[in-house]
Nanobody, 123 residues
């Protein structure tokens, strides 16, 4: 049974940082691209960042480049989302998702999804 479990969310002041974690089990992790998505109240889910199955390519939503990074650790079956200089508009539920042999692009067909972790940025 494939499981993706996000953790690391919480409440942070604007300008602060958080590191989200995505722990994967039940799949051959090194063959999956991992993407991070978020959904704010009343808004559609949007792509945040992704890393290819090889780990060689990263994608970011344009407005987040320079603030967010997506390190990958295949030895631990983990992908992280390092978020710096957080803004109130980053408040959302953050989800990780997995795509077999994906590039990490937001348009990949992500097959498995986690339950999400809440990030709240106060002004």
């Amino acid at each position: 049974q494939v499981q993706l479990v996000e953790s690391g969310g919480g409440l942070v002041q604007a300008g602060g940082s958080l590191r989200l974690s995505c722990a994967a089990s039940g799949l051959t992790f090194s063959t999956y691209a991992i993407g991070w998505f978020r959904q704010a109240p009343g808004k559609e889910r949007e792509f945040v960042a992704g890393v290819s199955w090889t780990g060689s390519t990263n994608y970011y939503e344009d407005s987040l480049k320079g603030r967010f990074t997506i390190p990958r650790d295949n030895a631990k079956n983990m992908v992280y989302l390092q978020m710096n200089s957080l803004k109130p508009e980053d408040t959302a539920i953050y989800y990780c998702a997995a795509c077999s042999y994906g590039t990490g692009h937001g348009g990949n067909a992500y097959e498995y999804w986690g339950q999400g972790t809440q990030v709240t940025v106060s002004s």
